[in-house]
């Protein structure tokens, strides 16, 4: 976190064997995501995420791509916010979907 802009991630590994299959289970994910706060009143923002469930099979990864913006009412504590999730699969047979989003948050 610099000044307004922020950037973050978080990446996961695991690697299980499971009784019932002749492999290890090995998956991984992450994900990174930057934000900017303009004049503490409007922070849009953009978050990719990569999951691939069993690294061993073709074809089950998944990504989402999120952009939106919130809009502070009071500065992280009160604020609207939309974004649109596009999702998308490595596997052709399976179809992308978007999300669309909008909410409102309150902390106290």
Do not use: C, M
């Not at 802009?5 to 064997?17: K, N, P, Q």
């Not at 706060?37 to 922070?43: I, S």
């Not at 099979?57 to 998944?62: H, P």
């Amino acid at each position: 976190e610099a000044g307004d802009f922020t950037l973050r991630g978080e990446y996961a590994y695991t690697d299980v064997a499971l009784n019932t299959s002749k492999y290890d289970v090995v998956s991984d994910a992450f994900y990174t995501e930057a934000s900017y706060t303009f004049k503490e009143k409007v922070t849009p923002f953009v978050r990719f995420e990569h999951i691939d469930p069993d690294r061993k099979t073709r074809s089950d990864r998944e990504l989402e791509s999120t952009f939106g913006a919130a809009y502070h009412l009071k500065l992280w504590q009160a604020l609207l916010k939309a974004q649109v999730r596009v999702h998308g699969y490595e596997n052709p047979d399976k179809s992308p979907y978007n999300i669309y989003e909008a909410g409102v948050a309150l902390a106290f």
